[in-house]
């Protein structure tokens, strides 16, 4: 089992930024394909960013070239930097991790374990 449990969400005006974290505990971190998704209300999970174990990163179009995923195996912590929210940047972040070795990296199924979510909320 792998424990994952989010921080670093809240409230910010557009154009801020926020850097989320996301604490593993069990099984061998770099190990694991990570990855970050998020929800808003009303709409479907979709799919941020993830770093493989080998550290290859991928984005979501709608945040390319304003977030930054990244790990640090020696801490179990994968990060996410936002920089220039936007307020449709809205909603529940959650972490995952999975280690399957036909890994696509955009589908939520590919990962087993998730943490609870943190809220993101971008004032216009």
């Known amino acids: 089992q792998v424990q994952l449990v989010e921080s670093g969400g809240g409230l910010v005006q557009a154009g801020g930024s926020l850097r989320l974290s996301c604490a593993a505990s069990?099984?061998?971190?770099?190990?694991?394909?990570l990855a970050w998704f998020r929800q808003a209300p009303g709409k479907d999970r979709e799919f941020v960013a993830a770093?493989?174990?080998?550290?290859?990163?991928f984005y979501g179009d709608s945040v390319k070239g304003r977030f930054t995923i990244s790990r640090d195996n020696a801490k179990n912590t994968v990060y996410l930097q936002m920089n220039s929210l936007k307020p449709e940047d809205t909603a529940i972040y959650y972490c995952?991790?999975?280690?399957?070795?036909?890994?696509?990296?955009?589908?939520?199924?590919?990962?087993?374990?998730w943490g609870q979510g943190t809220q993101v909320t971008v004032s216009s």
């Open positions: 995952a991790a999975g280690d399957a070795s036909d890994w696509s990296p955009t589908t939520s199924r590919f990962y087993d374990y």
């Open positions: 069990g099984h061998t971190f770099s190990n694991y394909q």
């Open positions: 770093v493989s174990w080998t550290t290859s990163k």
